[in-house]
């Protein structure tokens, strides 16, 4: 997957935004105001941060060696993923609806009712 189709995938998310609070260099996707994925434009290979539950998080680490602790991120709670280095495009899309579906379970009632 590359760094075109990771966001065409994540913005096609209901009530998913992107925004660059960072500076110019780094895409921010967000559901509900909260973040769920970030793209930095400038890494090569391409690599994003997703969230992740804690025991999934490792069990993507042992199973993936592109997949590693958040870079700059809690990395209990996040991954850094090489997203164009031999990972199957439908295992990403499981991992971006993942950390998609983390944020919106979070969310308060009303955020939630409006996607």
Known sequence: MDLESFREYCLSKPGATEDMPFGEDVLVFRVGGKMFALAPLDEIPARVNLKCDPDLALELRDRYEQVRP??????????????????????????????????????????????
């Not at 899309?93 to 979070?106: A, G, N, Q, T, W």
Request: charged share 35%; glycine share 4%; net charge positive.
């Open 70 to 115: 958040g870079y700059h991120m809690n990395k209990k709670h996040w991954n850094t993923v090489e997203i164009d280095s031999g990972i199957p495009d439908a295992e990403l899309r499981k991992m971006i609806d993942h950390s998609y579906e983390l944020v919106v379970k979070r969310l308060p009632d009303a955020k939630r009712k409006l996607l």
